[in-house]
């Protein structure tokens, strides 16, 4: 017997207008409905890039519905008025509850809730304030926007949904809790979590209650429109900055390369790399307010990085892997790490490979074409080490006693960067207890190494 396929349709704005009853019960128990944006995360995304490229789309979709895990195929067909949606081959994997609470390291409201999820929104740990009330019996791998029933910002977005998306932080998520007709409002916020290996795994977080004193001041201010009077040093600048400027940055570079891709129909070609120009000074830019972040976390009082068990090798050939179309655009190889060449040490994943897409980054940009760039690991005493050396201009003495300054960019004036990734990176090598250098001479390229300590015994 052929599963039946099920429908939906979303409007031009994605909305879900019509919906099969599965498709209608998925979203209502990620809290949306009829009418209005699509809640399911991995469906509004495949929704939105079938929109924008206005070409039909098929994809795997992947939900959770109560207890289980959904797995289906999505067949996205977009128009003028917006999309249909047909999902075929619908199956369900049941998910064990965990068998006990996890304990959150996090302070709680008085009268509000501490809470972590996983990478799907389920609950996994729940824990009241002292005036908060009881716990639900039923909450563990309950869906979160089943507890807290999200309500849409000003635009019509879901701010958890949006941070999902981007496995960032939120805050301002309006949403009810409590039984039908005695539903309060709060305001839910939260931090991304990640395992060991930099892979995202959930959402850790406070639900209170909305209006109280002491919640955070809202984004925006009658005083100043984005950033009231707080000071460089305060978080919530940081995080204001990112607020205020990654959506508009995104939305204009996502609408210049639609233009320049020419998905809407044929341009002239000047308007088109016009676009294009658009594209890349917006990439610039959104790269900035991703600098300008980490300054503001790595700066903080008490910074500190956290200590996995990592292998240097395999973080190098990650990072190849990363940028290795880069490096083809300029006919540029890079000779990487062998599979069996290893460099245990200690650092935080996520932020060692951060350095090394840096220096890989600047070596692919500052080196010339048809050349040549090569990544060794190696082990000096207590310290393992990757170096990246390049075939560029190199770089003098005097550059390279200043070169790992704060917005030092050696005298250039194109768009290639901010001046603070290196900055960045020797800052994170240091908090975690390595160190970056530089070795070069003007015309012999530069060589960049980063030492972390190495694993005891290996």
């Not at 789309?57 to 999309?83: Q, T």
């Not at 190098?316 to 000779?335: F, P, Q, S, W």
């Amino acid at each position: 017997m052929i599963a039946p396929i099920v429908c939906g349709r979303i409007d031009r704005a994605g909305a879900l207008i019509s919906a099969d009853p599965p498709l209608l019960r998925l979203q209502q128990r990620a809290g949306g409905g009829l009418e209005t944006p699509l809640a399911l995360p991995h469906l509004a995304r495949l929704a939105a890039l079938a929109q924008r490229l206005q070409r039909e789309i098929s994809r795997p979709l992947y939900a959770a519905d109560d207890h289980s895990d959904v797995f289906a195929l999505v067949r996205i067909i977009p128009d003028a008025e917006g999309a249909s949606l047909e999902i075929s081959d619908w199956r369900t994997r049941p998910v064990a509850p965990s068998q006990a609470p996890v304990e959150i390291d996090l302070p709680v409201a008085a009268d509000g809730w501490s809470w972590e999820c996983d990478a799907r929104l389920r609950l996994i740990a729940l824990r009241p304030g002292a005036e908060a009330g009881a716990i639900p019996e039923d909450w563990e791998g309950r869906s979160l926007s089943e507890l807290f029933e999200l309500q849409p910002d000003g635009d019509g977005h879901f701010p958890v949904l949006r941070a999902l998306a981007r496995q960032t932080s939120f805050k301002d998520q309006s949403a009810r809790f409590g039984a039908a007709g005695e539903r309060t409002t709060t305001m839910l916020s939260g931090d991304p979590t990640f395992d060991a290996a930099g892979g995202f795994t959930g959402f850790r977080g406070i639900a209170a209650a909305a209006g109280v004193p002491g919640d955070e001041p809202p984004l925006r201010s009658p005083t100043d429109p984005v950033f009231g009077s707080l000071p460089l040093s305060d978080p919530q600048f940081g995080r204001r900055i990112d607020g205020a400027l990654r959506g508009p940055l995104s939305r204009i570079i996502a609408t210049a390369e639609t233009i320049s891709g020419q998905f809407d129909g044929p341009i002239r070609a000047d308007y088109a790399r016009y676009a294009g120009d658009i594209a890349h000074a917006g990439r610039h830019l959104l790269g900035l307010v991703d600098d300008l972040a980490d300054l503001q976390n790595i700066e903080r009082p008490g910074f500190k990085a956290a200590r996995d068990e990592i292998d240097l090798g395999d973080l190098a050939r990650r990072a190849v892997g990363l940028l290795g179309m880069k490096a083809e655009e300029k006919a540029i190889r890079i000779d990487a790490p062998r599979t069996d060449d290893q460099a245990p040490a200690y650092g935080e994943f996520r932020r060692v490979l951060q350095v090394l897409l840096n220096l890989l980054g600047n070596a692919i940009r500052y080196s010339p074409e048809n050349s040549l760039i090569w990544i060794r690991v190696d082990r000096d005493g207590d310290r393992a080490t990757v170096t990246v050396a390049d075939q560029g201009q190199g770089i003098s003495a005097e550059q390279q006693a200043v070169v790992f300054e704060k917005f030092e960019r050696l005298g250039r004036t194109d768009s290639g960067g901010s001046g603070l990734g290196l900055y960045i990176a020797r800052r994170l090598a240091r908090a975690m207890d390595g160190d970056l250098t530089v070795d070069s001479a003007p015309g012999q390229g530069a060589r960049f190494t980063l030492s972390l300590p190495a694993r005891e015994g290996e």
